[in-house]
């Protein structure tokens, strides 16, 4: 069955980095557009990024120039690098797949969702 795995998330201080790391398993990851979502407490849910089959980058603007999306169809992996961070990016971050990044801001555009991976930015 399909299934994506989030990891990397923990606590660190303001200005620092994490990786979120999103692994797929029980289907062709390479076929496929690869994106995050946030969500913290008592916000709406936010779009984070998108990765498209070919590798081309969609970036939310509230993260823009801070984070960066890749991935690697050798690991079935998809990574979201966060540098810079800060306390407002606290929340909960989960990927999702979807065919293309065409309307990747579009949470129904995904079919299948990881179950998270907490992210805590303080001090």
């Known amino acids: 069955q399909v299934q994506l795995v989030e990891s990397g998330g923990g606590l660190v201080q303001p200005g620092g980095s994490l990786r979120l790391s999103c692994a797929g398993s029980g289907f062709t990851m390479e076929d496929y557009a690869i994106g995050w979502f946030r969500q913290a407490p008592g916000k709406e849910r936010e779009e984070v990024a998108c990765i498209s089959k070919n590798g081309g980058a969609y970036i939310g603007d509230s993260v823009k120039r801070r984070f960066v999306i890749s991935r690697d169809n050798a690991k079935s992996t998809v990574y979201l690098q966060m540098n810079g961070l800060k306390p407002d990016d606290t929340a909960v971050y989960s990927c999702?797949?979807?065919?293309?990044?065409?309307?990747?801001?579009?949470?129904?555009?995904?079919?299948?969702w990881g179950q998270g991976t907490q992210v805590t930015v303080s001090s």
């Open positions: 999702g797949r979807t065919g293309t990044c065409w309307e990747w801001y579009e949470y129904e555009e995904y079919d299948y």
